[in-house]
């Protein structure tokens, strides 16, 4: 509680989703949160819907349209929101976007928009906001995904977007500590969010059996697991049992873990076909 009461939460792609689930319930732990999302809309109606009719809680509940894939927007927001809210204690990376194809199936420009979002967007929001974060530090946290730990098949153009996102948040834990900065990488399965439903209506049946495999999760499990381990001192978050597990065979037997993928990919073809 101590950790998230009057703390200045900055989130990204917090009109849904992850974003939204975490800024429930740190709202409810006394913090002012401040959500960034291209869609006025549905920033508008996360809004609505969190202060619940509260006007206490709206008081604490900022809105401000941002596409982080834009870097001269997305320090333009940062310096709105801090002028008006305060500077940040805490940034939470959600906004991403995902596709589901194989790798010659993934054209150029399709690749470049999931990079741009996803790697690029998380690097333009926290260089706007580390500046501000040097005087009292905080905590920055970076969403990525068990497809950022374990290649996933059908899913090149963003589980690279992932891995880039893992290995940004690496170098950044080691930089920013001495300023203060705590870092963390938070790397889920599959979890049920509006933007994975959307693309559940495209996605290879190959590459759902494969995707399941890490465990499936409610995004009200994700967020509590989430939120309840930022203040802790683990650098790498993994929400999910099932998703644990399978990231500790992939790292400890490598080898077996691959050969183990080949197989069920044979499988999964033949009854597919």
Known sequence: MKF????????????????????????SKGAIVVLFARNREKLAAAQRELACDQPDLLKRIGTIPLDVSDPAGTLKAVTL?????????????????????????????????MLETNVLGTRNMNYAAVPLMKQK???????????????????????????????????????????????????????????????????????????????????????EYIVRKIPGRSFMIIPG?????????SSYFPGIFRGSMDILFTLFSKKTA
């Open 4 to 27: 998230y009461h009057n703390s200045v939460v900055y989130i990204t792609g917090g009109s849904s989703g992850i974003g939204y689930e975490i800024a429930k319930r740190i709202l």
């Open 241 to 249: 049992k099932t998703a644990r597990i399978s990231y500790v065979l």
């Open 137 to 223: 530090g905080g905590t920055i946290v970076n969403v990525s995904s068990l497809a950022g730990l374990i290649g996933t098949i059908g899913y090149s153009a963003y589980g690279a977007s992932k891995f880039a996102v893992t290995g940004l948040s690496e170098i950044m834990r080691i930089e920013l500590k001495k300023e203060g900065i705590h870092v963390k990488v938070v790397c889920p399965p599959e979890v049920d969010t509006p933007m994975v439903r959307d693309e559940s209506k495209t996605i290879d049946p190959i590459a759902k059996r494969f995707k399941v495999l890490g465990g499936v999760l409610t995004v009200e499990e994700a967020a």
């Open 81 to 113: 929101a801090a002028g008006t809210y305060g500077s940040p204690s805490i940034v939470i990376n959600c906004a991403g976007i995902a596709y589901s194809c194989s790798f010659e199936s993934t054209g150029y420009e399709l690749f470049r928009s």
